[in-house]
């Protein structure tokens, strides 16, 4: 079956531009997991979403960051007032149910890699 | 706060085992995932451990004690494919925390 799908792969912006960035869960996914990872790190945790709500938010960096799930299906990242140091992997994750107390695994889409100039 | 450590890279030969330790720290425990990514793709599971113990998958065993705060991965019968980066993580409540990841490059 198809798995989570994000796009662009890969985004160029400039400086202060406003971006987003989409991912497709796979379907039937219930929760929803946004990551960032910088070249050599691990993926850091950014947001998740249980059905439409976003569940956690605590990993957003600051509020130029900001990310909808509006059916509970499709999710979309935005990104305001871009900076240089917002460059890096976005990969979005999903998995049929919350983690908590479980062993749900979080399925990973390829990631869009976005560059600030 | 959260802490997990493995080492930054590794090498081992074709055919060889090669053992990928990871320490964490953190404020609570839920399981701890082990993930391969390869260079310019998404991670792709490969264990999940709650209870201690050792798990076994085919050429893949992960091991965890919790008393300790240590997990290992262990790959056997290494094959070129397997140069990646493998990534620790520990769940706590519904989002993963990972560490840096530990680049294994095996030679021929």
């Known amino acids: 079956g198809a798995g989570v799908s994000q796009t662009p792969s890969n985004k160029v912006t400039e400086k202060g531009k406003y971006v987003e960035l989409r991912c497709d869960p796979i379907s039937g996914h219930t929760a929803l997991y946004w990551y960032r990872q910088s070249l050599g790190q691990g993926p850091e945790f950014l947001i998740y979403?249980?059905?439409?709500?976003?569940?956690?938010d605590s990993g957003l960096p600051n509020d130029r960051f900001f990310a909808v799930r509006p059916e509970g299906s499709v999710s979309t990242l935005k990104i305001q007032r871009t900076e240089r140091g917002d460059s890096a992997v976005y990969l979005c994750a999903s998995s049929p149910t919350r983690l908590a107390g479980g062993s749900d695994t979080q399925y990973f889409g390829p990631g869009t890699r976005l560059t600030v100039l | 706060g959260q802490n997990i450590d493995q080492p930054t890279e590794m090498t081992a030969t074709e055919g060889a085992i090669v053992q990928i330790n990871c320490t964490y720290q953190t404020s609570g425990f839920n399981g701890l995932f082990w993930y391969q990514q390869h260079a310019g793709e998404a991670p792709t599971f490969l264990s999940y451990n709650v209870l201690d113990g050792l798990e076994e998958k085919g050429r893949f065993s992960s091991f965890l004690s919790r008393s300790k705060g240590y997990s290992y991965l262990l790959l056997k019968e290494l094959q070129m494919k397997d140069s990646a980066s493998y990534l620790c993580?520990?769940?706590?409540?519904?989002?993963?925390?990972f560490g840096k990841g530990t680049m294994l490059l095996v030679s021929p």
């Open positions: 979403f249980q059905g439409t709500g976003a569940a956690d």
């Open positions: 993580a520990v769940i706590l409540y519904s989002t993963l925390t």
